[in-house]
């Protein structure tokens, strides 16, 4: 076993596919929202942190300096678009569609992200009331995580880490 299944700091769940990590750098379900990084296609500096709630897919997209996009005004952006096929890529569209609870149950199909991403919009989702804090907690999660990525493997617990704010406090 290596070292870092043995660890209870780091929880690492297999790709269900490879994944385009320069596009999306950063996706998860978590905090009852598919969330993550998406990389702007213009401009390498730049990031866009998008989410969609469980359930009522409120969502929110802006920039790592909290502006919103602009293309997310009354609908989901080719951000959040891109997010949703990379969730699929990493946890298959099953897996996804029972975390955000859309309606897209056909036998034991999995949907697309194409399939997924029509469910939610069709639905006409609102922009989330929290958008802007939900993106700080977004980033920091994002940037918690690329420190993981930096750390050797351990099991021994990290005092360092347990100072951060959102620690335990984001379910
Ligand atoms: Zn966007």
Redesign the pocket.
């Known amino acids: 076993m290596p070292m870092w299944e043995e660890s209870s700091l780091v929880r690492v769940v297999p790709t269900a596919r490879p994944r385009k990590l320069a596009k999306v750098p950063f996706v998860e379900l978590a905090a009852g929202r598919l969330q993550g990084v998406v990389s702007s296609g213009s401009d390498v500096s730049r990031v ?1 942190v ?1 989410s969609v709630a469980s359930g009522d897919f409120a969502f929110a ?1 802006r920039t790592n300096n909290n502006r919103p ?1 602009g ?2 005004r009354g609908g989901f ?4 678009g891109a997010m949703v096929g990379e969730a699929v890529l990493q946890y298959g569209g099953a897996r996804v569609a029972r975390y955000l609870q859309t309606d897209t149950a056909d036998g034991d199909a999995a949907p697309t992200a194409q399939q997924l991403a029509a469910a939610m919009s069709a639905a006409r989702p609102q922009q989330a009331a929290d958008a802007q804090a939900v993106t700080g907690q977004v980033f920091a999660r994002f940037l918690r995580h690329l420190a993981y990525l930096e750390l050797p493997a351990t099991t021994a617990p990290l005092p360092e880490m347990h100072w951060f704010p959102t620690a335990g406090a984001v379910a």
């Open positions: 866009y998008s997209c996009c293309g997310a952006c080719n951000h959040i």
